[in-house]
């Protein structure tokens, strides 16, 4: 005895007499699955376009079958007739030209429009999925494109999280016109992005007008935040050249490293002061940028924190090389008091015996690095500071970005109306109507507005993606962060 398990659409019970076409899959010899996926009111449209094989069925549902129509389905080796006179009851089944008697048969009655449909649909269920998938092939929808960048941003102009978001958008407007013009309709990942793009440069408009309402305001304003950015590096090292937190550093190496440190302030105060004439152009361009959206608008002021603390990252990374430098000498010297020392060819440590002239220079290097590495320190940590306070404001406005692109008020307000794009998880309950054999119905339901907004993300890229984990790592060793 077979077991047969039959997906079928619901009716409209307006129509008396109903025409219907689907596919066979005879996954094992005791197990049948039948997906009935088309049905119309008249014999044309559904017996047009397919031909007589093993795995297409065709079959017809009325309340009283005629000879004529059973006449209609004898070319085809699968036919199933359906009479709902009196009850839901399969009047003849014939798989393979043989008719089927005595098997446990289960119908499974589906909205075919809410299938159709969903884009949520929980596929766990190999049966699910595969009635999805005859759905799609019969209304000859497209199938899902991949998402492939069309432009990347070079390795040398990626810290530019302008240059990456202009890139990122271009790659975002591509998919959204190669998607859009084959699917011919807006799915969910589709519609996220055009609102949040709306959304996006209504924003952009509202800061310009409300913050660049008089840009010579604007600039004179921006010089006055340069020199005092300048004014308060100059204070602090001159405060790191003293006797900073009554630590006693040592002052030939402290003064040294002020003056070199200072000169570069100074040279980037004469660039600033050089370029203040173009503060107002500058602006310019920036405001007339900014109508493209918000985003535009963070990514630029993103770059402009670069370039405004460009001076400060540079005395970071020569803190940083000088504290390394140290950390290491350190760590090489300390194998000395150990009769240790590194093979770099075979990447691990041996034994060595070292001279007293070795010994003796060894321990004079080592005392020396040691004495100055309070100085380094005091530098590496203040100057550390500043570019993970850089790096937090340039992640921020990164965060914001990704988070008004991915606005999910399309999603919200097809949730909030019970769209049946939404319907995902597959409820299937006994139908209590008359029927000689099992009736499921399996009723599709909405999914959770959270699991939703995770699904119906659009592909849009963190410009500026931080990894805290290797930032902490590269603080504790002295490894540049970039």
Not at 46 to 64: D, L, Q, S, V
Not at 203 to 222: A, C, H, P, Q, S
Request: net charge positive.
């Amino acid at each position: 005895m077979s077991s047969i398990k039959i997906f079928m659409p619901i009716f409209p019970e307006t129509i008396n007499k109903i025409y219907f076409n689907g596919y066979v899959n005879n996954t094992k010899e005791a197990y049948i699955v039948i997906y009935i996926t088309n049905y119309s009111a008249t014999t044309t449209k559904i017996f047009k376009h397919i031909k007589p094989n093993e795995n297409r069925i065709i079959g017809c549902c009325m309340n009283t079958v005629h000879q004529s129509q059973q006449t209609i389905l004898t070319a085809w080796p699968n036919q199933l007739i359906i009479d709902t006179s009196e009850t839901y009851k399969l009047s003849q089944l014939i798989l393979n030209n043989k008719k089927i008697l005595n098997s446990n048969i289960i119908v499974m009655q589906y909205d075919i429009h809410k299938v159709m449909n969903t884009e949520t649909l929980d596929v766990n269920c190999n049966e699910f999925e595969q009635l999805k998938k005859y759905l799609v092939y019969d209304s000859n929808m497209p199938q899902t494109i991949e998402y492939k960048p069309l432009c990347t941003v070079p390795s040398w102009i990626s810290s530019s999280m302008y240059i990456q978001h202009c890139c990122n958008q271009i790659n975002l407007l591509n998919w959204l016109q190669n998607t859009v013009k084959r699917k011919g309709k807006v799915s969910l990942k589709q519609g996220n992005y055009i609102v949040a793009l709306i959304i996006d440069i209504l924003l952009g408009y509202i800061v310009l007008e409300l913050f660049l309402f008089d840009r010579t305001k604007n600039g004179v304003l921006l010089v006055g935040i340069l020199e005092k950015l300048v004014n308060y590096m100059y204070s602090l090292l001159k405060w790191l050249m003293g006797a900073p937190a009554g630590l006693k550093l040592n002052n030939a190496f402290n003064k040294m490293l002020g003056r070199y440190f200072s000169y570069h302030v100074e040279l980037w105060w004469l660039f600033l002061d050089v370029s203040g004439e173009k503060v107002d152009f500058v602006l310019q361009i920036i405001q007339y940028l900014g109508y493209f959206g918000i985003t535009f608008q963070a990514a630029i002021i993103s770059d402009i924190i670069c370039i405004t603390t460009f001076h400060s990252y540079c005395i970071y990374v020569y803190a940083a090389r000088l504290f390394n430098l140290q950390i290491s000498g350190l760590s090489a010297l300390l194998r000395l008091f150990v009769g240790k020392k590194q093979n770099p060819l075979r990447g691990c440590i041996d034994s060595c015996q070292y001279t007293n002239q070795e010994l003796f220079v060894g321990t004079v290097a080592f005392t020396i690095l040691l004495l100055l590495l309070p100085t380094t320190i005091m530098y590496y940590i203040v100057f550390t500071l500043f570019r993970v306070l850089s790096l937090l404001g340039q992640y921020t406005l990164s965060r914001l970005i990704n988070t008004v692109q991915t606005l999910p008020l399309y999603v919200v307000a097809l949730w909030v109306t019970h769209s049946s794009k939404l319907a995902g998880n597959i409820f299937i309950e006994t139908n209590k109507g008359n029927s000689e054999h099992l009736l499921l119905q399996v009723k599709i339901l909405n999914k959770p507005l959270r699991e939703v907004i995770r699904i119906s993300k659009p592909p849009v890229d963190l410009p500026k993606n931080v990894e805290w984990r290797s930032v902490v790592s590269s603080v504790l060793t002295g490894n540049q962060i970039i």
